[in-house]
């Protein structure tokens, strides 16, 4: 069992930035494919980015250049770092971690407007 604890989402202005944290429990989880995740209200869950164990990264076309996903496998931990925010960005962001089995942390808020 993988327990994924999201931080970091807030409110912020058109063309801000934030960065968003998840944590995991485990101790394999170098080998976990770690993704983010988001969900707008009354849309489906869409992938935004993701990145294996051995570092591969892949995006939704709708963030490429201007979202990051990185991963500190000391500290058991997946960045997005989020530039140029959009009030379209506006979603509740969801962790993921795969291997085999899937598992979702509960979520952070992140809201872009003026």
């Known amino acids: 069992q993988v327990q994924l604890v999201e931080s970091g989402g807030g409110l912020v202005q058109p063309g801000g930035s934030l960065r968003l944290s998840c944590a995991a429990s485990g101790n394999i989880f170098n080998l976990y494919v770690m993704g983010w995740y988001r969900q707008a209200p009354g849309k489906q869950r869409d992938l935004v980015a993701r990145?294996?164990?051995?570092?591969?990264?892949n995006y939704a076309a709708s963030v490429k250049g201007r979202f990051t996903i990185s991963r500190d496998n000391a500290k058991n931990t997946v960045y997005l770092e989020m530039n140029s925010l959009k009030p379209e960005d506006t979603a509740v962001y969801y962790c993921?971690?795969?291997?085999?089995?899937?598992?979702w942390g509960r979520g952070t808020q992140v809201t872009v407007s003026s």
């Open positions: 990145i294996t164990s051995d570092g591969s990264t």
């Open positions: 993921n971690a795969h291997l085999g089995n899937v598992y």
